[in-house]
């Protein structure tokens, strides 16, 4: 009998790098039982994680309340709840980029380099 390679990370080469991370220690976890890491893939490919840019460059791996791009696709501590913020198309845009601003200067102030992770 062939013997066929169910290994969730082994798998899923297109995932980014600190999502197997993230998956490699929940399969150690679950005493290297990677049942868990497919429900994650599964998870992360609906786009059910908030994957806010924390402080430190991490991404946050929280549900989002909604999945997806949309306006709730983040989890609670990264603006998911709540119904207050822009609603129209201009008022995304102009906290979106008063935000990348706030950020740049951040950096700058702190000396990051500001390519991504
Ligand atoms: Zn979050």
Known sequence: MTKIDL????????LPDFFKTHLLKRIEEHGGNYGIAW?????????????AR????RLCLF????????????????GGTGRSG?????????????QRLRWAR???????NGTDN
Request: hydrophobic share 20%; net charge positive.
């Open 86 to 98: 822009p609603k129209t198309a201009g008022g995304k845009k102009r906290i979106g980029d008063a």
């Open 7 to 14: 290994h969730p990370v082994r798998n899923n080469p297109d």
């Open 63 to 78: 549900s989002a309340k909604v999945p997806g791009d949309g306006p709730r696709g983040r989890c609670g501590w990264h």
């Open 54 to 57: 924390k402080s430190g460059g």
């Open 39 to 51: 429900k994650l893939i599964t998870r992360y490919r609906e786009g059910r994680y908030c994957l």
């Open 106 to 112: 951040y950096r700058q102030e702190n000396d990051i």
